[in-house]
Nanobody, 115 residues
Framework: QVQLVESGGGLVQPGGSLRLSCAAS????????MGWYRQAPGKQRDLVAR???????NYADSVKGRFTISRDNAKNTVYLQMNSLKPEDTAVYYC?????????WGQGIQVTVSS
């Protein structure tokens, strides 16, 4: 089992950047597929970006070209670099780990894009 803790959120102006981190405890982190999801008030939780254990990435259309997901298996951490942020990126961002059909979620972290 893995425990996930997000960090790096906060308030940023439109056009700004943030980098989210998700630190994982437990073993076998390199075997997990990892993802970032977000949920805005009154909306469902949607996939933002995902990186497989093999390093394959995919992104929601709304963030392609602006966000980059990466992982450092030596540090048991997955990152989400967010550039050119827009007000519509405002949401609670969640880290998710997937292994053998089991899903593990972090507690979520707020990202607010506002002037």
């Amino acid at each position: 089992q893995v425990q996930l803790v997000e960090s790096g959120g906060g308030l940023v102006q439109p056009g700004g950047s943030l980098r989210l981190s998700c630190a994982a405890s437990g073993s076998r982190f390199s075997s997990y597929h990892m993802g970032w999801y977000r949920q805005a008030p009154g909306k469902q939780r949607d996939l933002v970006a995902r990186i497989t254990a093999q390093g394959t990435t995919n992104y929601a259309d709304s963030v392609k070209g602006r966000f980059t997901i990466s992982r450092d298996n030596a540090k048991n951490t997955v990152y989400l670099q967010m550039n050119s942020l827009k007000p519509e990126d405002t949401a609670v961002y969640y880290c998710k780990g997937e292994l053998l059909s089991r899903n593990y979620w972090g507690q979520g972290i707020q990202v607010t894009v506002s002037s």
